[in-house]
Every structure is written in structure tokens, then in C-alpha cells.
């Protein structure tokens, strides 16, 4: 899915940027174009955090969710390396489109050298460590050790950041232990929810503070011109997919999803804006030029503020429904993939017990005990392999795991009674 995730995080970021950013200079007369692709950019990429959860949720194919993930990774950093440019022209700077095409590739290439760099050392230190709270606290400064030098450079921190964290991601499973992972799991999940609900704050803390300064009259109509731009983002995102998806699908007929129509139209309508616009928007520069009746500042925030909740209320709420009528509540590809896998493990599992026999010549009832079970494994992924119905689980397997899960409670309530009676520290 890389050229799919390609095409969106950087070709669709530079359309939608140019279109939002031609609607609004349309719209409020005086905008320079300067500050109006600074805007087209700072509503331009999707934050991908709801369609996400949606999608996990609801159980769609994995391309979907893989596709919408890749391009939340990277299309910050195309609109972000945009909104510099376009800010630097703003504030009193000159463009020429070959030093912007130069500033963007230097941007791509410098960050991803950054941070595959920073992602190795780090690696190498990590993997040398088995102290979990040492580990976390690494991992919390590794998006610093990462972005700021790539700044400071030149190059985009956004991307060295990805790149550091694709490549410890890669290698999290041999350089550290389960306990650091599911700790460091949520401790991430929990700041990422934190720094979420601070921006929002933040956000609902300014709009009372814009609106007071603002007549009601220049409220409502930056208000208007945010529902047009949003109107406009959502036209480009589904104008931009489905041309896309059938051209990769006739130069690569093999890569051709199933109902790649109905995939593409979910595609095209999980575009909904969020925090990276609204921490972007919130950063924006005092210095802007005022011209025209409208004070610059303010407009972007009232017209940023209005795609957000537009798109997070419009197609956050109707994207479940859209999702459920067009049948892609589940994937079949990944039952049959976790099958096999399953029963390759199995396959590795009894050639090892077969292995161990003339090793352990008395211990044979054992070995034989676990070939049963492994056996007794085999059958159930026989039956998931040859299940139909996604709902339509292995009735055994499912009462074998309640049986376990009773089993473990009983232990759990032994050792927790212990730890009430004072017996056990």
C-alpha cells in the first residue's frame, strides 16, 4: 500500500492545501495568497485518530486501516514543510517553486537520515537496558532526541520522528521485554489521549475569547467560509481517491482490493480534521499582514475551527453508518492469515516435541501429553480455516477458553485472598 499511502500524505495534502487555500482567498477578499495557503495547509491533513477507532472497531479491512494510518503518519509533515514555506512568504520572504520543491525534498530526505539515525543509536541503547521505568522514560524523550535536531538542521522533525519511531517499532520485540511493552503501551495510549484533550481545552478556552472580539455579523460569515472550505476538502479527498485507486489497480491489476468502490468511498470519507490543525492553527505567527475587513488571525481560527468540527461531527458520526451499509464490517483475509499462522506455530511446536524424545527418553508421558494438546489446537484452526460467517466461531474453542479463564479466576481469588489475610506480602 505504499503508493496509495504516498499519493495521500503528500499528492492529496498539495491538492487539498491548494484548493482550500483558492477557496478562501475566493471568499475574503484581501487574504493574501501567501496566508491563504498557509490556511489551505493547516486544514489540509487528516487526523486519522477517529477514522481510526472507528474502523478498528467496526473490524473493516485491513487496507483501509493500514492505508489511513501510513497517511496520518506522514501528511503532517507535507502540510507542515507548506505552512513554512507559505509563512515565510507571508511575513515578508520571497518563492520561487524550484526552492520549494528543493526545501521540501531536503526536508524528506535530511529527516529521514535524522531519524533512522537517532532510531539506531537508541536501539542500541535500549537494547542493552532491562529497566522498565528506564526504558519508558527513554522512549518519552525519543521523539525530542529525534525532532529537534532535524529542525535545528533544516530538515523536517516530523518525519524523523516517524522514521525513528517506525524503526524502534520494527525492533521493539527484541529489545525489549513484555513487561516494558504493555507498560510502555499505556503510558503512550494515556498520553496520547492527554495531549488531545489539552488542545481541545485549549481550543474551547479561545473560541469565547475570538467571538467577543469579533462582531456577530463577521462571526457568522468566517463561519460560512469554513463550512465552504470544508465542503471543498471533502469534494478534493473523494475527486483524488477514486481516480487514483482504479489508475494503481490497471498499472497493478494484482494489487486490485475486493470492492475496491466501496473501500475507496470509506477512504474518501474518513478525512476528518483534528488536533494536528488545531495545534498548528493555535501556533500561528502575530505577525501576519492585516488586510482587507477581516483581522487575518482570527479569520484562520474561526474558519480552521468550523472544518474540524464540521468534519468530526459530519462524517465522524455518519462514517460507522456509511461503513455498515456498504458491508465492510468485517475481513475475511485476516481470519484466514491468523489461521495460518496459528498453524505454523502448531507445526513448529510438535517437529520441536519430536525432536525432544530421544533427548528426554523418560519423560515421554509428558511429551506425549503436549503433542495432544497441540493436536487437540490443530483441529480447532482447522475449524476457524473453514469457517464462513465471521460470527460463526468455534463453539469447542470457546468453551475451552471459558473453562481456562474459570480456572485462572479460581487461582487469582486464592492469591488475592492470601494477600487479604496478611499470609503473602
Given at each position: 500500500n505504499l503508493g496509495s499511502i504516498g499519493s495521500l500524505a503528500v499528492g492529496l495534502v498539495v491538492a487539498s492545501a491548494l484548493a482550500a487555500g483558492a477557496t478562501?482567498?475566493?471568499?475574503?477578499?484581501?487574504?493574501?495568497w501567501a496566508v491563504a495557503i498557509a490556511l489551505g495547509a493547516i486544514v489540509a491533513p487528516p487526523d486519522e485518530i477517529a477514522a481510526t477507532a472507528i474502523t478498528a472497531r467496526l473490524a473493516v479491512p485491513r487496507?483501509?486501516?493500514?492505508?489511513?494510518?501510513?497517511?496520518?503518519l506522514l501528511n503532517d509533515a507535507t502540510a507542515l514543510t507548506i505552512y513554512g514555506i507559505a509563512i515565510a512568504v507571508a511575513v515578508g520572504g520571497s518563492f520561487r517553486p524550484s526552492s520549494g520543491a528543493l526545501t521540501f525534498a531536503g526536508a524528506l530526505v535530511g529527516g529521514s537520515a535524522i531519524g533512522l539515525a537517532v532510531g539506531f543509536v537508541l536501539g542500541q541503547v535500549r537494547q542493552r537496558i532491562e529497566d522498565t521505568p528506564v526504558e519508558i522514560t527513554i522512549s518519552l524523550l525519543t521523539p525530542y532526541a529525534a525532532f529537534l535536531p532535524a529542525q535545528l538542521l533544516g530538515a523536517s522533525g516530523v518525519i524523523a520522528t516517524v522514521v525513528a519511531g517506525l524503526y524502534l517499532g520494527r525492533r521493539a520485540s527484541h529489545m525489549a521485554g513484555p513487561d516494558t511493552r504493555l507498560t510502555g503501551r499505556a503510558v503512550w495510549e494515556t498520553l496520547t489521549f492527554l495531549l488531545n484533550g489539552i488542545v481541545f481545552i485549549i481550543t474551547g478556552l479561545e473560541v469565547p475569547l475570538?467571538?467577543?472580539?469579533?462582531?456577530?455579523?463577521?462571526?457568522?460569515?468566517?463561519?460560512?467560509?469554513?463550512?465552504?472550505?470544508?465542503?471543498?476538502?471533502?469534494?478534493?479527498?473523494?475527486?483524488?481517491?477514486?481516480?487514483t485507486s482504479y489508475l494503481a489497480c490497471r498499472l497493478r491489476p494484482e494489487t486490485r482490493p475486493p470492492r475496491l468502490l466501496a473501500q475507496s468511498l470509506v477512504l474518501?470519507?474518513?478525512?476528518m480534521r483534528g488536533v494536528v490543525s488545531l495545534a498548528v492553527v493555535l501556533a500561528l505567527p502575530p505577525g501576519l499582514p492585516e488586510s482587507g475587513p477581516l483581522p487575518v488571525r482570527e479569520a484562520l481560527l474561526i474558519v480552521t475551527l468550523t472544518v474540524?468540527?464540521?468534519t468530526l461531527l459530519g462524517q465522524g458520526l455518519t462514517l460507522p453508518w456509511l461503513i455498515r451499509s456498504l458491508g465492510l464490517g468485517s475481513d475475511p483475509e485476516l481470519r484466514a492469515e491468523e489461521a495460518d499462522a496459528r498453524q505454523q506455530m502448531i507445526d513448529a511446536a510438535t517437529r520441536r516435541i519430536d525432536e525432544l524424545y530421544p533427548v528426554w527418553p523418560g519423560h515421554r508421558p509428558l511429551l506425549d501429553r503436549m503433542r495432544d494438546t497441540y493436536a487437540h489446537r490443530s483441529e480447532h484452526v482447522e475449524r476457524q480455516r473453514e469457517q464462513t460467517d465471521p460470527g460463526d466461531e468455534d463453539r469447542e474453542a470457546i468453551e475451552h477458553r471459558e473453562i481456562q479463564r474459570t480456572v485462572i479466576d479460581a487461582e487469582r481469588e486464592a492469591l488475592l485472598r492470601l494477600r487479604a489475610e496478611g499470609t503473602i506480602d
Amino acid at each position: 500500500n505504499l503508493g496509495s499511502i504516498g499519493s495521500l500524505a503528500v499528492g492529496l495534502v498539495v491538492a487539498s492545501a491548494l484548493a482550500a487555500g483558492a477557496t478562501a482567498h475566493a471568499l475574503m477578499p484581501g487574504l493574501p495568497w501567501a496566508v491563504a495557503i498557509a490556511l489551505g495547509a493547516i486544514v489540509a491533513p487528516p487526523d486519522e485518530i477517529a477514522a481510526t477507532a472507528i474502523t478498528a472497531r467496526l473490524a473493516v479491512p485491513r487496507r483501509i486501516v493500514t492505508i489511513l494510518e501510513g497517511e496520518s503518519l506522514l501528511n503532517d509533515a507535507t502540510a507542515l514543510t507548506i505552512y513554512g514555506i507559505a509563512i515565510a512568504v507571508a511575513v515578508g520572504g520571497s518563492f520561487r517553486p524550484s526552492s520549494g520543491a528543493l526545501t521540501f525534498a531536503g526536508a524528506l530526505v535530511g529527516g529521514s537520515a535524522i531519524g533512522l539515525a537517532v532510531g539506531f543509536v537508541l536501539g542500541q541503547v535500549r537494547q542493552r537496558i532491562e529497566d522498565t521505568p528506564v526504558e519508558i522514560t527513554i522512549s518519552l524523550l525519543t521523539p525530542y532526541a529525534a525532532f529537534l535536531p532535524a529542525q535545528l538542521l533544516g530538515a523536517s522533525g516530523v518525519i524523523a520522528t516517524v522514521v525513528a519511531g517506525l524503526y524502534l517499532g520494527r525492533r521493539a520485540s527484541h529489545m525489549a521485554g513484555p513487561d516494558t511493552r504493555l507498560t510502555g503501551r499505556a503510558v503512550w495510549e494515556t498520553l496520547t489521549f492527554l495531549l488531545n484533550g489539552i488542545v481541545f481545552i485549549i481550543t474551547g478556552l479561545e473560541v469565547p475569547l475570538l467571538l467577543r472580539d469579533l462582531p456577530p455579523a463577521i462571526a457568522i460569515r468566517l463561519v460560512g467560509i469554513g463550512l465552504v472550505v470544508s465542503l471543498a476538502l471533502v469534494a478534493v479527498r473523494a475527486l483524488w481517491i477514486f481516480p487514483t485507486s482504479y489508475l494503481a489497480c490497471r498499472l497493478r491489476p494484482e494489487t486490485r482490493p475486493p470492492r475496491l468502490l466501496a473501500q475507496s468511498l470509506v477512504l474518501s470519507w474518513a478525512g476528518m480534521r483534528g488536533v494536528v490543525s488545531l495545534a498548528v492553527v493555535l501556533a500561528l505567527p502575530p505577525g501576519l499582514p492585516e488586510s482587507g475587513p477581516l483581522p487575518v488571525r482570527e479569520a484562520l481560527l474561526i474558519v480552521t475551527l468550523t472544518v474540524i468540527v464540521f468534519t468530526l461531527l459530519g462524517q465522524g458520526l455518519t462514517l460507522p453508518w456509511l461503513i455498515r451499509s456498504l458491508g465492510l464490517g468485517s475481513d475475511p483475509e485476516l481470519r484466514a492469515e491468523e489461521a495460518d499462522a496459528r498453524q505454523q506455530m502448531i507445526d513448529a511446536a510438535t517437529r520441536r516435541i519430536d525432536e525432544l524424545y530421544p533427548v528426554w527418553p523418560g519423560h515421554r508421558p509428558l511429551l506425549d501429553r503436549m503433542r495432544d494438546t497441540y493436536a487437540h489446537r490443530s483441529e480447532h484452526v482447522e475449524r476457524q480455516r473453514e469457517q464462513t460467517d465471521p460470527g460463526d466461531e468455534d463453539r469447542e474453542a470457546i468453551e475451552h477458553r471459558e473453562i481456562q479463564r474459570t480456572v485462572i479466576d479460581a487461582e487469582r481469588e486464592a492469591l488475592l485472598r492470601l494477600r487479604a489475610e496478611g499470609t503473602i506480602d
